[in-house]
């Protein structure tokens, strides 16, 4: 079946530095990927879609200066937290679908991102 | 604004019960809908999908779609501990592109041996 693998699973990082998170299908080739934010106890929310070759679009609300999407090729997206701060821990998520989505979603294990 | 309602429980169910869990959505366009597992700490994984108004079975699992009523809801019978997670349900507009999915807050399912 479809895997989606996602790198790392957990990462600590100092307020400041940037963080990227690395999101690859393994056996299929993602035209769309998608970024998901969970909080505790909370829901997954969308961040942001990615389309390959092309620039990511941006939920409401989410910045796109801060959290850089690149889709590079039809196999591997990328999430860079810039500048990070404490209220940028939670636990990120991709997800992948190879068209119109129609046939559900994989997704990645996720990363715990930890900012002190 | 796409919302997904979900009772966040914890719904509590002796493990041989069935464990019924229910989703309402706002979008009345919504056509594909998902039913995920997410254990503490780690991802989703999907467990059904469902676009057709009735029920689609799938071993222990039984979803069921009202679009008239937007209701979704999922069925696990001979309930095992080990169905003890939170359950997502999630909604897709269908749209000529894929869509990144909406989902509710989920119901917290607790299978007591």
């Known amino acids: 079946g479809a895997v989606v693998s996602q790198h790392p699973s957990w990462v600590i990082c100092k307020s400041g530095t940037s963080v990227k998170i690395e999101c690859r299908s393994l056996?299929?080739?993602?035209?769309?990927m998608f970024w998901y934010r969970q909080f505790p106890k909370q829901s997954l929310m969308l961040m942001a879609t990615?389309?390959?070759?092309?620039?990511?679009?941006?939920e409401q609300g989410v910045e796109k200066d801060k959290f850089l999407i690149n889709h590079a090729s039809l196999t591997l997206s990328t999430l860079t937290v810039t500048s990070a701060h404490p209220e940028d821990s939670s636990f990120y998520i991709c997800?992948?679908?190879?068209?119109?989505?129609?046939?559900?979603?994989?997704f990645g294990s996720g990363t715990r991102l930890t900012v002190v | 604004q796409k919302e997904v309602e979900q009772n966040s429980g914890p719904l509590s169910v002796p493990e041989g019960a069935i464990a019924s869990l229910n989703c309402t959505y706002s979008?009345?366009?919504?056509?594909?809908f998902f039913w995920y597992r997410q254990y503490s700490g780690k991802s989703p994984e999907l467990i059904m999908s469902?676009?057709?108004?009735g029920d689609k079975e799938d071993g222990r699992f039984t979803a069921q779609l009202n679009k008239a009523s937007q209701y979704v809801s999922l069925l696990i019978r001979d309930s095992q501990p080990s169905d003890s997670a939170t359950y997502l349900c999630?909604?897709?507009?269908?749209?000529?592109?894929?869509?990144?999915?909406?989902f509710g807050k989920g119901t917290h399912l607790i299978i007591q041996p």
């Open positions: 997800s992948a679908t190879t068209g119109a989505g129609r046939y559900g979603y994989t």
């Open positions: 056996d299929f080739q993602a035209t769309t």
């Open positions: 990615s389309n390959e070759g092309s620039k990511a679009t941006y």
């Open positions: 979008d009345r366009v919504s056509q594909s």
């Open positions: 469902i676009y057709s108004n």
């Open positions: 999630a909604v897709k507009q269908e749209g000529g592109g894929a869509d990144g999915l909406t």
